[in-house]
């Protein structure tokens, strides 16, 4: 299984970034997917995912700014960040994950190991 994160870049405060999230090795229309985000000296927290149902849900400081969607014909989720800001900048990871729809966004687990992730930076 991989999954391989990528689109981050430099973008000023405001702008928009699209990340994709390719996935091979699974059957990747019957997994919940998370993006996760690690800022510099802070640890990893997981931002978004979409269910297999493709429910989602959002960290708190993202939502109305991020929106998380998922294509199964291209084994592919997407990241579409607007209004950026500089404390989003981080690197950006993705994976599997676990929990149920009703827990929240902290309780779901990363299942599967950690890809590269894509570094976004928001410069102000």
């Known amino acids: 299984v991989q999954l391989q994160a990528s689109g981050g870049g430099l973008v000023q405060a405001g702008g928009s970034l699209r990340l994709s999230c390719a996935a091979t090795?699974?059957?990747?229309?019957?997994?919940?997917i998370g993006w996760y985000r690690q800022a510099p000296g802070k640890q990893r927290e997981l931002v978004a995912l979409?269910?297999?149902?493709?429910?989602?849900k959002y960290l708190d400081s993202v939502k109305g700014r991020f929106t998380i969607s998922r294509d199964n014909g291209k084994n592919t989720v997407y990241l579409q960040m607007n209004s950026l800001k500089p404390e989003d900048t981080a690197v950006y990871y993705c994976?599997?994950?676990?929990?149920?729809?009703?827990?929240?966004?902290?309780?779901?687990?990363?299942?599967?190991?950690w890809g590269q992730g894509t570094l976004v930076t928001v410069s102000s």
């Open positions: 994976n599997t994950v676990r929990g149920t729809y009703f827990q929240k966004l902290t309780d779901w687990n990363a299942s599967g190991s």
């Open positions: 090795g699974l059957t990747f229309s019957e997994f919940a």
């Open positions: 979409i269910s297999s149902a493709k429910n989602t």
